[in-house]
């Protein structure tokens, strides 16, 4: 297997450290970002050491931020030849109040919607570069069971809810998946975009919540979280899969759980709301991936 350049986004912890380190076991070159130096350099050695593989880079950026995912393009190119495989798996969900960023964007669609565009767009030319180059969106089951968008209020300025924003978020990036893989089929652009759901997956906050309970937070509620969700290993399995598989060299378009291609919820999604998310996208961040 060739050795690949591949960024991932949200590596210094939970799934998306576990993807970096499993790919760096396979000798691949990763670069990793994060928003804190210290953690973020902690995480590269670690994960240089685990996997013997001293081509662990990282750039820093706060991914919520239009001009931090402009920096951490340009640094790429600055530092890199090419770009291999491309994982989005930054995301997060927030307060129970409605907070925007520094754009004056809302704050779960700037990190797990708007991000994953701007960056895709800054970046295609550099995927461009190699053959078989890969796109990965971490998306979320949570775009069926939590969803409700209303698509002429995208940032929720009305009804706003954690979880309402969160699932729409995961709506949208499933849906840019979609539209990104028709558009490079239309235009000839040989890089195949697949999206994923990563399972319920247990993380350090979950754990350490569930101790402050006491003996029932230790006795009961951890052995359930540990025998219902998933290791960040586990959730990263997918992730890792179709960044490396030869068995989805040529596959796209598609949304995947246990590596398995699974049935997308259609009921918001049309070419007209497809279209709608796109040209917002472009209207945010001012950039425009199809000229």
């Known amino acids: 297997m060739r050795k690949k ?10 799934m998306g450290k576990a993807a970096a380190l499993a790919l760096a076991k396979q000798g691949h070159h990763i670069i990793i970002t994060g928003r804190k130096e210290y953690e973020t350099v902690q995480v590269q050695q670690e994960i240089i050491l685990e996997s013997d593989n001293p081509h662990v880079d990282y750039i820093l950026a706060d991914l919520s931020l239009l001009g931090d995912i402009h920096q951490l393009a340009e640094r790429f190119k600055q530092r890199f030849d ?17 907070m925007e960023t520094a754009d004056a964007i809302e704050k779960t669609i700037a990190l797990n919607f708007v991000a994953p565009y701007l960056l895709t767009a800054l970046l295609t030319d550099e995927l461009q570069k190699h053959s078989d180059a890969r796109i990965v969106f971490t998306a979320s089951d949570g775009h069926s069971s939590m969803a409700k968008p209303d698509f002429e209020d995208i940032e929720l ?17 499933i849906m840019m998946s979609q539209e990104l893989d028709r558009k490079f089929k239309e235009t ?18 979950m754990v350490e919540d569930a101790k402050r309970r006491g003996f029932l937070g230790k006795a009961i509620m951890l052995p359930l979280m540990r025998l219902l969700m998933k290791t960040a ?4 399995d997918t992730i890792v899969y179709l960044a490396s598989s030869e068995e989805v060299e040529d ?19 049309s070419v007209e709301t497809k279209e709608i998310i796109w040209n917002y996208c472009e209207t945010i961040t001012g950039v425009k991936l199809f000229k």
């Open 82 to 98: 090419g770009l291999d495989i491309l994982i989005h798996n930054a995301g997060g969900i927030f307060g129970k109040e409605r």
């Open 188 to 205: 000839g652009i040989d890089i195949t975009v697949n999206s994923l759901h990563p399972g319920v997956v247990i993380n350090q906050k």
């Open 251 to 269: 596959t796209s378009g598609l949304y995947f759980y246990n590596r398995k291609p699974k049935k997308v919820n259609k009921k918001y999604i």
């Open 157 to 173: 300025k009305q009804g706003y809810t954690a979880g309402r924003a969160y699932g729409n978020a995961k709506l949208f990036l």
């Open 233 to 236: 290993e586990q959730g990263a």
């Open 5 to 14: 350049t591949i960024l991932i986004t949200g590596a210094t912890r939970g």
